[in-house]
């Protein structure tokens, strides 16, 4: 790929563009100041009593001190502080009177829930319309895209007036579903009049988009996109997402033959409900069919895709962070050729930074929609330690605090992040994803983080021993000492050193701490231990946590560390072997 527009991090800000970040900082902050002064939340939240008092008499408009009353007087927030006032949207029958304006100015377009990531319950957040839309960072421009996003949702919140006349409804969803929902004006009452359309530059009805079983919404994208010789891109949520479908081709490549020859839709587990939309869009193409009958499925050999899709140039999905042990076995597939795009780095509350350069995966720039804020981790934090873009410094680890359009609030962000410089043109700091921060695995005598366990993998993860596809980890307390236990899915076969894993993984952990060493050699702590589960766990899992939120198994993470005993009993059972 051309380096031409290339973004070099430099490592230290000019006068110069720190005075531009400064006053673009100030802008965006004083906007969200102005337009959620007056909601129910920044009337009334005990967060924002101080700042209130300190402004009552002040032009929030033109007074140059309400930003500084914000930075000084407003402390970092947890969901613990938001949830009183978004509660009032659970309320049945749901009043407009008492939710209209409550966290930013009308109606939420959207209520998406958190993935739950470290197993808890899913928050849920109000998300309202957004004037300028989220925009990807650089890419490359395609015009066939295999769009594999979920469109479904819960039953809707119906906001009514005190006549009983209903004058909202808004739909329970995850985060990407309403974002693509609200920038395209797709509402959940016009659903109905593309069920069975093919959106231009798109290869799938609509309706795809409403199977919440995940073998079977992987399959149909599969067929669809497997039937168009002209896709040039593939969109998906997650790198993982992309291995899971492609272990379902390997399943099911005959009977997908067989659909394309034929022009049918398979038998696959809970389509009927759209079966009728399908069916109109699938044509037979024996030409097809044979081409693809003579390539072989997708593990049969490296660069599949290529000569599946002769004009496919793009994969975007989120591939960092823990997703990047999948990426490897994603490249085999993609071949050497075709970009794999990382085009942000988000989570359910907020944006936070887009791709730095198209094609790499791990390194971003903050995002100017809102506010980003920065807790140093190096120390005691207290709200009058948020730190501001420029006051950052390359090389050090730091929590982002989150203000937006969807309320005057500056929200603790569970993840770390490293700044490694700033963006020449503007100024942002730019960073790569470093681990989350309640992801982590606390034993008596070390505290292990999401980036040593991923260190770890990396260490066993070869060739010679075992590539590791996805992993999971918990503590392994089945006999004692205690220790540091990983399921691991692995892709093809052994190898002769296999049995140096367990002591790989232990070095490497080592590396990370001497703690684990000297708790080694006083039998406090044993051998990490690895299980490896049998094909298909994780996606298996994916399935069943979307099935069972009906957020969407698209939108499913698998968690670096397990912490619900019930989940962990449940993979346990799918272990096939232990090293």
């Known amino acids: 790929m051309s380096t031409v527009n290339t973004v070099h991090p430099i490592s230290a800000l000019t006068p110069e563009l720190a005075a531009v970040l400064k006053e673009d900082t100030d802008r965006r902050l004083r906007n969200l100041i102005v337009a959620n002064i007056n909601t129910r939340y920044a009337r009334s939240s005990s967060q924002l009593s101080d700042f209130r008092l300190a402004i009552e008499d002040k032009d929030v408009q033109n007074d140059g001190s309400v930003l500084s009353d914000f930075r000084r007087l407003v402390p970092p927030t947890d969901y613990e502080s938001y949830r009183p006032f978004f509660e009032k949207f659970n309320s049945r029958p749901c009043r407009s009177s008492e939710v209209e304006n409550m966290l930013a100015p009308g109606f939420p377009t ?63 969803c995850n985060e990407s579903t309403g974002v693509m929902r609200a920038q395209n004006n797709w509402s959940i009452e016009t659903d109905e009049t593309r069920m069975g359309s093919i959106l ?38 997650f790198v993982v997402t992309f291995m899971d479908m492609m272990f379902r081709i390997e399943e099911e490549w005959s009977t997908l033959i067989s659909s394309i020859r034929n022009g049918t839709i398979p038998d696959f587990e809970q389509i009927d409900h759209v079966r009728a939309y399908l069916e109109p869009n699938m044509h037979a193409d024996p030409q097809r069919a044979d081409e693809l009958q003579r390539i072989g499925p997708p593990l049969s050999s490296p660069g599949w895709a290529q000569r599946v899709w002769p004009n496919l140039k793009l994969l975007t999905c989120v591939c960092s962070g823990t997703f990047a042990t999948a990426l490897p076995q994603a490249r085999t597939v993609l071949g050497p050729s075709i970009v794999i795009h990382n085009p942000w780095y988000a989570c359910t509350e907020c944006l936070i930074g887009r791709n730095l350069n198209c094609g790499d995966t791990e390194t971003f720039v903050v995002a100017a929609d809102d506010l980003i804020e920065f807790l140093d981790m190096t120390g005691e934090q207290t709200h009058g330690d948020v730190l501001q873009a420029w006051d950052l410094q390359s090389g050090k680890l730091y929590q982002p605090v989150s203000t937006t359009h969807d309320g005057l609030w500056r929200y603790l962000i569970d993840d770390v992040v490293q700044v490694i410089g700033f963006d020449p043109r503007n100024g942002l700091p730019v960073f790569r994803y470093s681990r989350r921060k309640n992801l982590e695995i606390r034993l008596p005598h070390a505290l292990i983080t999401e980036a040593d366990l991923l260190s770890v993998i990396c260490a066993f993860s070869r060739e010679d021993i075992v590539e590791v596809q996805e992993f999971t980890t918990v503590v392994d307390e089945r006999r004692f000492p205690p220790t540091l236990g990983f399921f691991v899915s692995i892709t093809g076969n052994m190898g002769p050193n296999v049995k140096l894993a367990r002591q790989k993984a232990f070095a490497a952990l080592v590396a990370t701490s001497d703690e684990h060493q000297i708790a080694f050699d006083t039998e406090e702590f044993g051998l990490p231990t690895i299980r490896i589960v049998k094909p298909g766990t994780f996606a298996d899992y994916r399935r069943w946590r979307g099935e069972s939120t009906k957020i969407g198994a698209g939108q499913m993470k698998l968690p670096a560390v397990l912490t619900d005993p019930k989940v962990q009993e449940w993979m346990a059972e799918r272990v096939m072997m232990e090293l």
């Open 110 to 172: 959207h209520i998406p829930l958190s993935s739950a990531t470290s197993g808890k319950k899913s928050k849920q957040f109000a998300k309202y319309f957004r004037p300028q839309p989220y925009l990807p960072g650089p890419s490359l421009r395609v015009r066939v895209t295999s769009l594999m996003n979920t469109f479904a949702y819960r039953d809707p919140v119906d906001v009514v007036a005190d006549t009983g006349e209903v004058v909202a409804r808004i739909p329970v």
């Open 200 to 237: 231009p530059g798109h290869v799938a009805p609509w309706a795809t988009g409403f199977i919440l079983h995940h073998r079977s919404f992987l399959l149909i994208h599969a067929l669809f996109t497997l039937a168009n010789t002209s896709v040039e891109g593939i969109t998906l949520t």
